[in-house]
């Protein structure tokens, strides 16, 4: 009888020690498995951070590409080809509204002989001179675009040609006390069947017109 308990109590210790064992065992890959998620949780946000900083720096490229694309150097106004979108998109406006819209058609008086009597720099200081006139004189949704040289096309919607002719002779006389030349500005106002082309082409012909006049 003796001998049977010993064989039975140690059978049971054996059975002990193996449910340690895997106790054990069991505690370890527990750990393991913690430990990888840890470690690919740790992972994980390493590349989310990088991916973040990646998106930030490629959306800040793409956001100056646009604005460099948009924008002229010199002026910082916009360039022709943004420019006559934002000028089609007011007539579009304007005729949604009250139907009135102005394009003013702007050039610089002289600018040739600035340039050959003082340089390019003293030309190049006119036309930012101009640009920064132009923002301060007129309203912050109004398109002003560099149309070429010393060209530049405004559009305001809501306002009269008359409104309009007396906002440019202040400009005029601004650019004038600042730098000693003036602008000629031609005028026309949105018809019911006009297209962009149709009326900057009217605005560029009162502007001839005008510098005619002001020859003769």
Known sequence: GTAERDTIAGARDEAATERDTIAGARDDAATKRDTIAETRDEVATEHTAKDWADADSERARLEKALHD????DLTGLDRRKMGRLALTNEIDRARRGDGRFVVAFVDVDGLKRVNDRDGHAAGDHVLRTLAATLRS?????DPIVRYG????????????????????????QALQDAVGVGITVGL????????????ISRADAALLDGKRRRDE
């Open 188 to 199: 026309a106002s949105l018809l019911p069947n006009d297209t962009l082309d149709k009326l």
């Open 137 to 141: 004189n007129l309203r912050s949704f």
């Open 69 to 72: 694309a948009r924008l002229d």
């Open 149 to 172: 040289g010393d060209e530049f096309v405004c559009g305001l919607g809501g306002v009269d040609p008359e409104s309009v002719e007396r906002r440019f002779g202040a400009i005029d």
